[in-house]
Every structure is written in C-alpha cells, then in structure tokens.
C-alpha cells in the first residue's frame, strides 16, 4: 500500500498535466479555427487557378515544357510536410511511416531516394535515414506564400537539373477535424490539369488569346502551380496539425480523469486503513489498561 | 447604362475585388492593357504594377504583384500574388521599403549573389509600385 502523502502528490500531478493539456486542447482549437479560415481563404484562388490550367493544357502538348517532361525515372524525390511540433498524437508518425514505407517500395526497384523536409519533425525522424536532401524547418508556425515559392522553386530546380525524375509530395489531408489522412500526390512532373467540371468547362481553350504566348504564360505558371500545391500542402498540414493535437489533448485529458478517480479510489483506500489501524490500537491500548 | 464586366481579383488569402465595372486596365506582360464588356476569351500573365477599373465614376487602383488574369464569359479574373488598395497602402513604409531594397539590391551586386538579388529587385519593384499606386489614387 503506498502511502498516503504520495499518493496525495501524485493526484496533485496529474490534475496539474490535465490543466495544461486543457489549455493546450483550447489553444489548438483557436489556432485551428485561424489555419481553417486561412485554408478557406485560399480555395478560391486555387480553384480558379486549376480552371485555368486545364483551359490551357487543353490546347498545349506536354512534352514541350521542360516542367512537364516525363523521363525514365531513376531518382525519386519524396517532400514530407509536417508540422514543427509534436504532442500531436500520432499525426506526424503516420506521414513520416508513409515517407519510410514509399522510399523502401521505390527503392525495392532499385530507384534512388531523397528527402525534402518541410516541418521540424519530418527532419527529426527521416535524417536517420541520411537521404534528407534539404529541410525547411520553423517555418510552419506563420508560413507565407513566399515560403511556400521557396521550396517548389528549389524543387524545381533540382528537377530541371536531371537530380530528380519524379517528385512526390506527402502531408496529412485535412478532412474533418476528427479525420486527417495521410496522402501523397503527384508534384513533378507536372501533370495536365484535368477539369473538375466536365460539364461546366467548355473547350474553348483554342480560342483564347494569349499574351504574350502560351509557352511563355506557361513557363510563368508552372512555377506558380508548383507554389499552389506546396501552399495547400502546407496549409493542410497546418489546419490538420491543430486538430490531432487537439484529439490528442482531448484524449490526454481524459486520461488524466481516469487516472485522478482512480487514484482517490487508492487514496481513499488507503486512508480508510490508516484510521482503522489506529483505532485497533487505541481499542487494543484501552483493552491492556483494563 | 454601358454594358459591364465582371471584374474578380483573388489572392490566396482571398477575394479582394468581385464587381460589375466598365473597365479595366491592367499590367500585362508585354504592356498595359485595357479590357471592356464582352471581351474575347484571353490570357495574360501580370506584371508587378497598378491595375485601375471604373465603375460609373467611381476609379479604384490596386497594386498587384505577379500572376495571370483571365477573360473569359464576359468575366475577368486576375489571380496575383497580393493585392492592395490605393487608399489603404502606406506610402511611408513603401518609401522605407523602397531603400532597404535597393540598399540589399547595391550589396548583392557586389557579392554577385543572384538569388538575393533577384529577391531585392522584386522587392523593389514592389514597392515602387505600391508608391505609384498611392500616388495615382
């Protein structure tokens, strides 16, 4: 039977961790309501982007565009976007897990792997590895488009560069508060935009005019589809990120409940011993003096 | 009543204009350029600059930075990087901008670094256009 002053302690502890999971449950609850609007805030440009696209690649060919070319792919880049914090439960283990699970299909047949990081915990988890080509760490807190153009740039770049012959890009999709999964998508080569509305999009695309041209409109908007898709990413892991912190800190306080009725169950055990011992011995000392 | 166009500007943090107006003049690529009511479908990609439209008598600019406008369906729809106002940017702060730009612009030319020199030229290609801006306003 433990004691009662440590048993006592013990239930101070743990109510003292569910008070700040509490409060870490609430602050992700606001943060994530700020990371959904952000999210919600950007929709319209992508949705609008995508129309234009796929008017464009309606008329364009695809292998004239060096973004576009498909080469025999000996090399694969994999982009892990996770958050820069943990106590989110296991959020980010199961985009690390589906990074590890890809690199070891690709490399299966026989095809070289690297790691880009975006996010702190990616970089933790996959530089073991020592195929972390590049990290983008801290910037998850207050990321910004220009953030976002950093890295597709850089993706871009190797890309062109012959170091890369496919690109793909995992991060937890944020369904639903409760849902988050773990996905990847197709970055590079960049793949002609399929319309979302068949119905809604009529092929006019041949009768657009382009100024200047529509290899030179392409050639800037590549770059800035690349920048939408890491954004999105990003804003996805973000808005995701909050909400399975805040399962887990719900989860966490619970736990704490349970584990506080519990405990005064031993406590309470505990002392009802005490009082009986030390009535046995009074009754015991009054029955000696008799 | 002139016939009118559907102007829409939207940025990723999102739709900053969504009006009826009479015209619209905007940055392109190889120019300004002025788009009526009833426009042929058409597709530009924008430069860093000032795009101004009219609505009745009322005249609005707006600083935008890189992107791509479209017209299509008697509809125009500009997707740029940012979008401001006339009347809400700071023309003080552009002016500090403006100096830090072009104070890093000096010094990346003498490092030859290409990279932050093609960050100090946008920087200050905004902000020369966020004064012109405010000022044509």
């Keep these: ?290 | 009543m002139a016939q009118q166009i559907r102007l829409e500007v939207v940025t990723p943090k999102g739709a900053v204009v969504s009006e009826d107006v009479d015209i619209v003049n905007a940055p392109g690529y190889g120019g300004d350029f002025g788009v009526l009511a009833n426009h042929a479908p058409f597709l530009s990609t924008i430069k860093i600059g000032t795009l101004t439209y009219e609505q009745g008598r009322k005249r609005e600019t707006l600083m935008v930075s890189g992107g791509f406008c479209e017209v299509s369906n008697n509809k125009i729809t500009f997707l740029v990087e940012s979008a401001e106002f006339g009347s809400e940017i700071d023309v003080d702060r552009a002016m500090r901008a403006k100096e830090r730009a072009e104070k890093r612009l000096a010094q990346a030319a003498q490092h030859d670094e290409a990279f932050n020199r093609a960050r100090a030229e946008a920087a200050l290609k905004r902000a020369l256009a966020r004064i012109k801006t405010a000022k044509s306003n």
């Design chain 1, 1 to 290: 039977m433990p004691s009662l002053k440590e048993v006592k302690t013990k239930i101070q502890g743990v109510k003292k961790t569910s008070q700040i999971t509490k409060a870490m449950n609430m602050v992700a609850a606001a943060k994530l309501r700020g990371a959904q609007e952000k999210m919600e805030a950007f929709r319209p440009y992508t949705q609008k982007f995508n129309e234009a696209m796929s008017n464009l690649s309606g008329g364009a060919t695809t292998d004239q565009f060096p973004l576009m070319e498909k080469r025999e792919v000996k090399s694969v880049e994999l982009v892990a976007v996770t958050s820069d914090r943990g106590l989110c439960g296991s959020y980010n283990a199961n985009i690390i897990k589906l990074a590890l699970k890809k690199a070891k299909a690709y490399e299966d047949e026989g095809k070289k792997v690297t790691f880009v990081c975006v996010g702190k915990k990616g970089f933790q988890a996959l530089n073991k590895t020592g195929k972390v080509r590049k990290k983008y760490t801290d910037i998850m807190a207050s990321f910004q488009m220009f953030n976002a153009r950093e890295v597709a740039t850089d993706l871009a770049d190797n890309f062109l560069k012959g170091n890369s012959d496919k690109v793909e890009i995992l991060y937890g999709e944020f369904r639903s508060v409760a849902v988050q999964v773990p996905t990847f998508s197709a970055f590079l080569p960049v793949q002609p935009v399929e319309a979302a509305g068949q119905e809604k999009t009529k092929k006019i695309s041949g009768d657009y005019i382009y100024e200047p041209s529509t290899e030179e409109i392409m050639d800037v908007l590549q770059p800035l589809y690349l920048n939408v898709i890491v954004y999105q990413a990003m804003l996805e892991v973000g808005a995701s990120e909050h909400a399975a912190r805040m399962t887990a800190m719900d989860n966490a306080t619970s736990a704490c409940k349970d584990i506080v009725a519990n405990l005064t169950i031993v406590y309470n055990k505990a002392r009802q011993a005490a009082v009986t011992n030390e009535l046995m011995d009074i009754v015991g000392g009054a029955e000696a003096l008799k």
